[in-house]
């Protein structure tokens, strides 16, 4: 692959969601091997202690990363987290030879562009099963289950989400975290800005209460949360550091499939990140997958607004660095 080719395949691997938008991955690029590293400087320590959703974001990563190879011709082979690599390795991808890229896969690459968060309300038009379908198929893919929460399953999870959110809320540690990725000034290629927030959530607001709004966005007049968005909780069958790369390469497996099929999603992982409702969450779907995200999918009204990204520069580590 010529340098700019591998540039390019490094861009799209970077458009992958993160926590807070903390990007936190970086790549090295050796004549047989690229590397994927996470960033230990771009770590969020109070929202996310064990770095289970820094691994998830590498994860995603790793699936553009996937795609962006096979668009280029090239058949990727990945080792996750290699033995005897540095310790900040989390995967090796190297060269499986040269393949055709099938259709559908180009599709999903195409697709990395034009996946945001949409956090502003859907229109209240339920997702067809062909759909549903589609991104069952896509989580089982890379090894992970999607649970789709079934109409008695709302009102818990309601219940949960809230409680998680005020256990976060009351933390001085998280808020703090949450004012530093967020409100931060346009020219800055990290954190959520106010351009992306979606509106201020509300306390009737069902599903979205994370506010990234930093005090900026006035919440329109009579701007209403759809009545009821398809939920899926993304999950694992194991736990441990590999299982959370694989749920990562899952979740955008699935959210670029529902990207490429019309549709819009967003997270919702205050339930998860609380150690104690995410057992709640995990003993409701039967006590043995392992929750990993939680997404909220339908047809946004209107477009997202991209949230900022590193330079393809920055996330390239030299050989002496
Ligand atoms: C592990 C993980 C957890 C996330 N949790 C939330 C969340 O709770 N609420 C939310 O609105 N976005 C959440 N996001 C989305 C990120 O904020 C988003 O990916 C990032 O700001 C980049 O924006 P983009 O998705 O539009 O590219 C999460 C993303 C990841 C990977």
Redesign the pocket.
């Known amino acids: 692959m010529t340098a700019a080719e591998i540039e390019h395949v490094i861009e799209l691997a970077g458009?992958a969601?993160?926590?807070?938008?903390s990007q936190p991955w970086r790549f090295r690029v050796l004549p047989h091997v690229i590397e994927l590293h996470y960033d230990p400087s771009h770590r969020l320590p109070a929202t996310d202690p064990s770095e289970r959703?820094l691994r998830?974001?590498c994860g995603?990563a790793l699936f553009n990363l996937r795609l962006a190879l096979e668009g280029a011709g090239v058949r990727p082979v990945v080792t996750l987290l290699p033995h005897l690599a540095e310790p900040t390795v989390l995967a090796e991808i190297r060269s499986g030879g040269r393949a055709e890229p099938r259709p559908e896969r180009l599709r999903l690459r195409d697709a990395i562009p034009k996946?945001?968060?949409h956090?502003a309300p859907f229109r209240d038009i339920p997702v067809p099963a062909a759909d549903r379908n589609q991104m069952l198929h896509a989580a089982q893919a890379e090894q992970c289950w999607l649970h789709l929460i079934t109409p008695g399953e709302v009102g818990p999870l309601e219940g949960l989400v809230h409680r998680a959110h005020r256990v976060q809320e009351a933390s001085p540690r998280f808020r703090a975290e949450m004012a530093a990725w967020t409100g931060r000034p346009a020219d800055v290629w990290e954190g959520?800005p106010a351009s992306?927030a979606g509106p201020k959530p509300g306390p009737q607001d069902q599903w979205v209460h994370?506010d990234?709004s930093a005090g900026t966005a006035a919440r329109p007049e009579g701007l209403e949360y759809e009545s009821h968005p398809l939920l899926a909780v993304l999950c694992s069958h194991r736990e441990g550091q590999e299982a959370e790369l694989q749920a990562g390469q899952a979740a955008q497996h699935v959210w670029l499939t529902a990207t490429d099929r019309g549709l819009s999603a967003?997270?919702?992982?205050?339930v998860i990140e609380v150690p104690d409702t995410r057992d709640e969450l995990r003993q409701m779907l039967g006590g043995t997958l392992h929750p990993q995200?939680l997404l909220r999918i339908g047809y946004g009204g209107g477009a997202?607004v991209?949230?900022p990204r590193r330079a393809v520069d920055d996330l390239i580590l030299d050989d002496d660095t």
Do not use: G, K, Q
């Open positions: 458009l969601p993160s926590l807070h938008n959703e998830l974001a995603a996946r945001h968060s956090r959520v992306a994370r990234f967003s997270m919702i992982s205050e995200a997202a991209p949230a």
